[in-house]
Antibody
Framework: QVQLQESGPGLVKPSQTLSLTCTVS??????????WSWIRQTPGKGLEWIGY???????YYNPSLTSRVTLSIDTSKNQFSLKLSSVTASDTAIYYC???????????WGQGTLVPVSS | QTVVTQEPSLTVSPGGTVTLTCASS?????????PNWFQQKSGQPPRSLIY???NKHSWTPARFSGSLLGGKAALTLSGVQPEDEAEYYC?????????FGGGTKLTVL
């Protein structure tokens, strides 16, 4: 059974960089079968796709976030990571990581982690 | 900026049938947009129901089906159960970029 678990600091100050890691178990992150994605959900609102990364390091980003987002992947640790720079209160959200099969199927998700941005 | 539009809310009676739709600001939704549908209940992460228009997962109840309808992606629930009350999101693929719809709150009354 594939499981994904987000981890990172519980609070980020405005203007700082938000950093999160997703640890994958039950499957290898190394391989041509999957992309690995980040999605966020602001409290009480809808979902926003942030981007995804392939095992080779190829990335695709949401155009509205591309100037502030960096995704990376560590196949030796079976983890992938998100960095979002220059955060503001509007970046306060639940951040989810997910596996993407066949290029289009967001089949497995982590439980999500709430990241408040506040001074 | 691409916008994906869903009905904000729908109400259906138990045992009834309801269709949720997903429209793209760029025009008609085709299979090339690989529509995904997710169900989200309060306090839980989204759960994938349908991918690439009409493909189900092993965990997707048979009463859920995906299709293309009148230039939109559609999710139909037939024989709705009380536990189907949830928020439903669609997701469309735009050549490497993914865009979520705003979600439909489905009430079973």
């Amino acid at each position: 059974q594939v499981q994904l678990q987000e981890s990172g600091p519980g609070l980020v100050k405005p203007s700082q960089t938000l950093s999160l890691t997703c640890t994958v178990s039950g499957d290898s992150i190394y391989g041509a079968n999957y992309y690995w994605s980040w999605i966020r959900q602001t409290p009480g609102k809808g979902l926003e796709w942030i981007g995804y990364i392939y095992y080779s390091g190829l990335t695709y980003y949401n155009p509205s976030l591309t100037s502030r987002v960096t995704l990376s992947i560590d196949t030796s640790k079976n983890q992938f990571s998100l960095k979002l720079s220059s955060v503001t209160a509007s970046d306060t959200a639940i951040y989810y990581c997910a596996r993407v099969s066949r290029g289009y199927d967001f089949d497995y998700w982590g439980q999500g982690t709430l990241v408040p941005v506040s001074s | 900026q691409t916008v994906v539009t869903q009905e904000p809310s729908l109400t259906v009676s138990p045992g009834g049938t309801v269709t949720l739709t997903c429209a793209s600001s760029t025009g008609a939704v085709t299979s090339g947009y690989h529509p995904n549908w997710f169900q989200q209940k309060s306090g839980q992460p989204p759960r994938s129901l349908i991918y690439s228009t009409d493909n189900k997962h092993s965990w997707t109840p048979a009463r859920f089906s995906g299709s293309l309808l009148g230039g939109k992606a559609a999710l139909t629930l037939s024989g709705v159960q009380p536990e189907d009350e949830a928020e439903y999101y669609c997701l469309l693929y735009y050549g490497g970029v993914q865009v979520f719809g705003g979600g439909t709150k489905l009430t079973v009354l």
